[in-house]
DNA sequence: TTCTAGCTATTTTTT
DNA sequence: ATAGCTAGAA
């Protein structure tokens, strides 16, 4: 074993058979403890194909993979690894019959479903007469909740939507319509994936007892982040060897938007009797002043595995915390101190900006940009979500699934006179006929549209019969979309387009149309030109969900404001407390420094938005972080922000000696006066400041 | 039935 | 700031 492991590690990597749960804290050598186990028990002799490794991400699997095979020798392939989403694909590829459906089954996103509620809406007649009928995006959201929760759609109202319940009886009839289109249409979306696989597992004793002999060993990383289907899948696959290991930490579960319930980590041991518990707590990340910033972020957190992580690698520098005064000023600071930094010798690839959502960094890509230095965002839009992307994706999945009415409908809507009456009836038609595209040939067409049709038509006979590649496809699809693609974004297609080629590139990657559709749908390349690290190493901006699992050396977490962080849509107790968590991610992506920033002002739609410093950044002890000069920055805008201003700069102010409180330095006393709203400060625990009462919220204590 | 201009609510996080 | 939606014109 090429891998140096530490007690705790040694006793996980080395476990015989049974459960073992292994509560490892951030950067406490969850991965390599992975690696190893897979290596010992190839090395053991089990045989890959009969391991089962279930990741939160593609990528951790396949980088965990390798590094196994590295140590164990090229004992490679075979061995199944993915996300759950993935490995459900591959294995209801196979078993699709059982469940009545089609091995060619298409794998629908949150897009798709959006245009499922939205034709159901009206065909229902929903939300016609009267009252506002909730968006789109909200009712897949509550139903989604409610299949990953295994609960009933009253019960997620009750619980999170209390302001739907007059629409129970028109959500609950919306979703009985959407599962039976879904089928109808060979469409699985996500949920449909897990709940799926699990009914399989469960119902189907054959397909049970194949995939159970075949997956013995079952490995599952980031278990904190499980919702109650996948822990059931697990379950099911797992139990009757009980040869399984989870690994997470319930510190860091984040995903309880979509479904995960960190209990399940911690009930772990009382669905499998007999677990073994094993604790890493050392930590080879992060210097000891970044754990203890993390330390004490959760330390105000509720239920969970108490554990306080330590390490041996050094005290390294204090946390900084720099308040600016709006984000036009933060974006400058950040991006002056990334110069800085990479003028100092740092690697780009060792920088990372994290952010709570992923329009925070805008203002920051811009200053980025204008400095010269090369970034790459993760997280926020992703590539298919644009038009122009669906529009094309749309050809390929009638290629695969000629019954596929979202996309019939998406590309008759592209066609001038023809509006959503008409292409409704089209795809009526498309669908009662066995083969769509000669009903579509056959369809009485007036004049005006009939052009386009046509052209669909004949585009649709020349690259049907799966003889083509991707890329041949492709570019016989662009031929028809390009000129329309130019009349329909007439303002950007030139950026549409560029898009377009890059989609093109990823294309030619592939031999055949259902992987590439599969991959989209399960593993979508990002936004921004889906550079994988192509520089060779730039500075990554990203959301903080999107950074779990990764690691650097400079770490930045911005927009730690009222109003941001914790978003405002977030509720109190369990949503707090996992917006909490959040920044405790965040922070340890560190190794060797942190830097914490939040504007005093933040403008949102309309006026202001908030700002100031985020209670999780004034709930922190003061020794955990140094506060970096308080020095005032002209406020832009301007104007009638009460919260930004304090009540008392306005009424006159201080007078030496006066006991203050400040809602970051605490305590103090005002011991003396430097302008008409400039004070100085003695703080009980942070000496001497200088304050400006326009921006400081400074009370009389 | 389609198109368009103006109104509105909207902004987490992701497989 | 913006996208998605509604109401009214063509």
């Given at each position: 074993m090429t891998e140096a492991l530490n007690p705790a590690q040694r006793q996980a990597v080395e476990h015989g058979p049974g459960p073992i749960l292994v509560i490892a804290g951030?950067?406490?050598?969850k991965t390599r403890t992975l690696v190893c186990r897979l290596a010992y028990l190839m090395g053991r002799?089990?045989?890959?194909?009969n391991i089962l490794l279930l990741t939160f991400t593609r990528k951790a699997a396949e980088e965990m993979i390798s590094r196994a095979t590295s140590i164990v020798?090229?004992?490679?392939?075979r061995l199944t690894g993915g996300t759950f989403h993935s490995v459900a694909n591959i294995l209801l590829r196979r078993y699709a019959r059982h469940l009545g459906?089609?091995?060619g089954f298409v794998i629908s996103d949150r897009g798709d479903a959006e245009g499922i509620v939205n034709l159901l809406r009206s065909s229902l007649s929903l939300?016609?007469?009267?009252r506002r009928f909730p968006s789109r995006r909200m009712v897949i959201n509550v139903i989604s909740r409610a299949v990953n929760r295994c609960v009933p759609i009253g019960a997620v109202l009750e619980e999170q939507?209390?302001?739907l319940l007059e629409f129970q009886g028109d959500i609950e009839s919306l979703a009985r319509h959407y599962q039976a289109f879904k089928r109808e249409h060979q469409l699985m979306d996500y949920d449909d994936l897990l709940v799926n696989f699990r009914d399989l597992l469960r119902d189907h004793p054959g397909p049970c007892r194949e995939i159970r002999e075949r997956f013995v060993h079952v490995l599952v990383d980031e278990?904190?982040?499980?919702n109650p289907v996948q822990a059931e899948i697990v379950r099911l696959i797992a139990?009757?060897?009980?040869?399984v290991m989870v690994v997470g930490d319930?510190?860091?579960?984040?995903?309880?938007?979509?479904?995960?319930?960190f209990r399940n980590i911690i009930q772990f041991p009382d669905l499998f009797p007999g677990t073994v518990v094993v604790r890493l707590?050392?930590?080879?990340?992060?210097?000891q002043n970044i754990l203890d910033l993390g330390n004490a972020i959760i330390a105000?957190?509720?239920?969970?595995?108490k554990k306080r992580l330590f390490t041996s690698i050094g005290e390294g520098d204090k946390p900084l915390l720099h308040p600016l005064s709006n984000e036009a000023v933060q974006a400058r600071y950040v991006a002056g101190e990334i110069k800085k930094l990479l003028d100092r010798g740092?690697?780009?690839?060792e920088i990372a900006v994290l952010f709570r959502?992923?329009?925070?960094s805008y203002k920051l890509e811009i200053e980025l940009a204008s400095l010269g230095i090369v970034f790459e965002k993760r997280g926020g839009?992703?590539?298919?979500?644009s038009a122009h992307i669906k529009d094309v994706v749309s050809y390929f999945r009638l290629l695969i699934n000629p019954h596929d009415s979202l996309s019939w409908n998406r590309l008759l809507l592209m066609?001038?006179?023809?509006?959503p009456k008409t292409a409704a009836k089209i795809v009526q038609a498309a669908r009662d006929s066995d083969d769509p595209f000669s009903a579509l040939e056959e369809y009485p067409a007036p004049a005006s549209w009939g052009e386009g049709l046509r052209e669909l038509v004949l585009l649709f006979q020349g690259i049907?019969?799966?003889?083509?590649?991707p890329a041949a496809v492709f570019g016989a699809v662009m031929e028809v979309y390009r000129p329309r693609l130019e009349i329909l974004y007439a303002d950007d297609y030139p950026r549409r387009l560029r898009d377009l080629e890059q989609l093109d590139i990823l294309l030619?990657?592939?031999?055949?149309?259902p992987s590439f559709l599969d991959d989209i749908a399960l593993d979508p390349p990002e936004?921004?030109?889906?550079?994988?690290?192509a520089a060779g190493g730039s500075v990554i901006l990203s959301t903080i969900h999107s950074a779990k699992g990764l690691e650097w050396d400079n770490v930045f977490v911005i927009n730690l404001a009222e109003g941001r962080f914790p978003s405002t849509r977030s509720g109190f107790g369990p949503e707090l407390e996992e917006e909490r968590r959040l920044f405790y991610v965040a922070v340890t992506r560190a190794r060797k420094r942190v830097f914490l920033t939040y504007p005093r002002e933040v403008k949102g739609y309309g006026g202001f938005d908030g700002g100031g410093p985020s209670p999780f950044v004034t709930q922190?002890?003061?020794?955990v972080v140094r506060v970096a000069g308080l020095r005032p920055v002209p406020v832009y805008?301007?104007?009638?922000?009460?919260?930004?201003?304090?009540?008392?700069s306005a009424g006159g102010g201080f007078a030496v000696g006066d006991r203050v409180k400040h809602p970051f330095f605490a305590l103090g006393t005002v011991i003396g006066k430097?302008?008409?709203s400039k004070v100085v400060v003695a703080f009980d625990r942070h000496g001497n400041k200088e304050l400006h009462l326009d921006y400081a919220r400074l009370e009389r204590a």
């Open positions: 951030a950067g406490t050598g002799g089990v045989a890959p194909e020798g090229d004992d490679t392939g459906y089609e091995p939300g016609g007469h009267g939507y209390s302001h278990y904190q982040d499980t139990v009757p060897g009980n040869n319930d510190a860091q579960s984040i995903y309880s938007f979509r479904g995960a319930d707590e050392e930590n080879y990340r992060s210097t105000h957190a509720g239920e969970g595995f740092d690697s780009a690839a959502s992923g329009f925070h839009m992703k590539l298919l979500e066609l001038p006179k023809l509006g049907r019969g799966g003889a083509m590649t030619g990657g592939y031999a055949d149309i936004a921004d030109g889906f550079a994988d690290g922190l002890p003061h020794d805008g301007g104007g009638d922000d009460f919260r930004v201003s304090s009540p008392t430097t302008g008409k």
